[in-house]
């Protein structure tokens, strides 16, 4: 695997007394970043979108404990703060409770500053190893098609859904690669795209409302996407217009993966209906990029994500291995405590 070539963009970094994100808002027209020197100004770009990708909100979290620690604040509140950014990925809560852990323990600043990094490090081993697993289910000549972004972006590297499509085409299993645009945000037209183009991958965006006659044309054989949680019996939380993508799938015979660390998985969740969705301001629908393009008067709801069933997913890929056809004895199987 040439990482060199396929997984060049590394999105959030530590600068030992700062930790840099790339301002993910702004892509693909600037490429600018923003330093956070406060726990305070970590929790705003994880609100704010500066940094999203469930693994990388994560990663940033424990960067943001870090931050805190170095000046002295109290660490819960700081904890507190920066678990109440986000509710649906639980990647937050679990990097943030392995920080809560090493802080019990007595970790001083340089402590959790490691923490922060093997978190980081993990993250990328594991997508790797994602890559390697789900791009060996894949036949060789399929057409694939994504949502959302789930790249290096979102990740330490590499990225979950987009890194098994990276392995895919370096392995010439995938031949033809397409992205929905993923409203409201644009993660796909604006984050994927410019992640694919980087890496010299062909790949044609797509409306989000194409989809299905895409897969009915027999385009593609398998969607590919990430997760912000995953429930004990399958169920998988990610970016909103993904169940409707199983759906269609399902109808036209097209096989339908999630790739995502075993960060993601909760056991805690019983099932989707407990998974907390967010809902964000309806002026995100109401505007693109912040010029309204609705009439006054009109309201909008504004669901970041949905849930889709287990008995919709082939496969759960994980650094763990896969689950074919998950339910809850699988997932217990692998993941059961």
């Known amino acids: 695997m040439d990482y060199d070539r396929y997984d060049r963009v590394r999105a959030v970094q530590w600068h030992g007394d700062r930790l840099r994100l790339l301002d993910q808002r702004l892509l693909p027209q600037q490429e600018h970043w923003i330093d956070c020197r406060d726990a305070?100004?970590?929790?705003?770009?994880?609100?704010?979108?500066?940094?999203?990708?469930?693994?990388?909100?994560?990663?940033?979290a424990a960067w943001g404990v870090v931050l805190a620690a170095r000046a002295g604040e109290p660490l819960e509140p700081a904890l507190a703060m920066l678990r109440a950014a986000r509710p649906t990925a639980v990647n937050l809560m679990w990097a943030l409770d392995r920080m809560k852990a090493r802080i019990a323990a007595g970790a001083d600043a340089a402590a959790l500053a490691r923490e922060a990094q093997a978190i980081q490090d993990e993250d990328l081993a594991a997508n790797r190893h994602m890559?390697?697993?789900?791009?060996?289910?894949?036949?060789?000549?399929?057409?694939?098609?994504?949502?959302?972004?789930?790249?290096?972006?979102?990740?330490?590297?590499?990225?979950?859904?987009?890194?098994?499509?990276?392995?895919?085409?370096?392995?010439?299993?995938?031949?033809?690669?397409y992205a929905g645009e993923t409203r409201p945000w644009q993660q796909g037209a604006r984050l994927t795209m410019y992640e694919l183009v980087r890496d010299g991958i062909p790949a044609k965006l797509i409306a989000d409302s194409a989809a299905a006659h895409l897969m009915r044309a027999g385009e593609v054989q398998?969607?590919?996407?990430?997760?912000?949680r995953i429930a004990?019996?399958?169920?998988?939380a990610n970016k909103i217009g993904t169940y409707q993508l199983a759906i269609a799938?399902?109808?036209?015979?097209?096989?339908?993966?999630?790739?995502?660390?075993?960060?993601?998985?909760?056991?805690?969740?019983?099932?989707?209906?407990?998974?907390?969705?967010?809902?964000?301001?309806?002026?995100?629908?109401?505007?693109?990029?912040g010029r309204r393009t609705v009439v006054e008067g009109a309201e909008a709801w504004n669901p970041v994500f949905d849930v889709t069933p287990a008995e919709l997913i082939d496969a759960i890929v994980t650094e763990r291995g896969v689950i074919e056809r998950p339910n809850a004895a699988a997932m217990q199987a692998m993941f059961g405590r």
């Open 40 to 60: 305070a100004a970590v929790t705003q770009a994880i609100r704010d979108l500066v940094v999203r990708g469930a693994p990388a909100i994560g990663i940033a």
């Open 131 to 177: 890559g390697e697993l789900g791009a060996s289910l894949i036949e060789p000549g399929a057409g694939v098609l994504t949502h959302c972004n789930t790249g290096s972006l979102a990740t330490a590297g590499f990225g979950t859904a987009l890194g098994v499509i990276r392995a895919g085409v370096a392995s010439g299993r995938i031949a033809r690669v």
């Open 222 to 228: 398998w969607v590919i996407v990430g997760a912000d």
């Open 232 to 236: 004990a019996n399958g169920d998988t």
């Open 249 to 289: 799938a399902r109808h036209h015979g097209v096989k339908f993966m999630v790739a995502a660390p075993s960060s993601t998985v909760d056991m805690a969740t019983p099932d989707g209906e407990a998974i907390e969705i967010e809902l964000r301001d309806p002026a995100e629908l109401l505007s693109t990029a």
